[in-house]
T-cell receptor
């Protein structure tokens, strides 16, 4: 069975600093997609960044970047120049490219950006 | 603008009552999903549908039912058999049968017991 583990239930970071959220996953498949979602206090789930497993290059979206280590099954999210608006729950998720179309989510990391 | 609309935003259920949560999307997505989120926890999959007139149970389907009569609509009924329905419910959709795109989410419905 596929699983996603986010080992940091809560984290905090000072405004303008950099923070890294960890995510590990377990699957015997080799083709899949990985995602980070953000859920601010408004509860709207927002896609932050996406990574295709077949791509070696790490995805980046402005201040957000990932460190994808396929052999280690690790998919961490780095937030640079943290802003107060980054305060949210962050969920790591993945889906296989074949078979069941279920997304597997981690339990989330609550990030608080401090002024 | 395309998106997913969930209604109502807040819903109250009496003991023994069935209630239905609405989810409509105008993104022309094939796949739709229902998740339950309890305080401080992640998302748990209730049901999902890859195509009209077809759906599959997720990890916590007991006490819930769905239908998928139209591509754009995927309502969730919380039945009286669901003994602990108080939670935040999120509906999502994704672009195609391969579901290789990210999921798009609605704003959620908060269900409480009266």
């Amino acid at each position: 069975a596929q699983t996603v583990t986010q080992s940091q239930p809560e984290m905090s970071v000072q405004e303008a600093e950099t923070v890294t959220l960890s995510c590990t996953y377990d699957t015997s498949e080799s083709n899949y997609y990985l995602f980070w979602y953000k859920q601010p206090p408004s509860r709207q789930m927002i896609l932050v960044i996406r990574q295709e497993a077949y791509k070696q290059q790490n995805a980046t979206e402005n201040r957000f970047s990932v460190n994808f280590q396929k052999a280690a099954k690790s998919f961490s999210l780095k937030i640079s120049d943290s802003q107060l608006g980054d305060t949210a729950m962050y969920f790591c998720a993945f889906i296989l490219t074949s078979g069941t179309y279920k997304y597997i989510f981690g339990t989330g990391t609550r990030l608080k950006v401090l002024a | 603008d395309g998106g997913i609309t969930q209604s109502p935003k807040y819903l109250f259920r009496k003991e023994g009552q069935n209630v239905t949560l609405s989810c409509e999307q105008n993104l022309n997505h094939d796949a739709m999903y229902w998740y339950r989120q309890d305080p401080g926890q992640g998302l748990r999959l209730i049901y999902y549908s890859q195509i009209v007139n077809d759906f599959q149970k997720g990890d916590i389907a007991e006490g819930y039912s769905v239908s998928r009569e139209k591509k754009e609509s995927f309502p969730l009924t919380v039945t009286s058999a669901q003994k602990n329905p108080t939670a935040f419910y999120l509906c999502a959709s994704s672009i195609d049968r391969g579901a290789m795109g990210p999921q798009h989410f609605g704003d959620g419905t908060r269900l409480s017991i009266l």
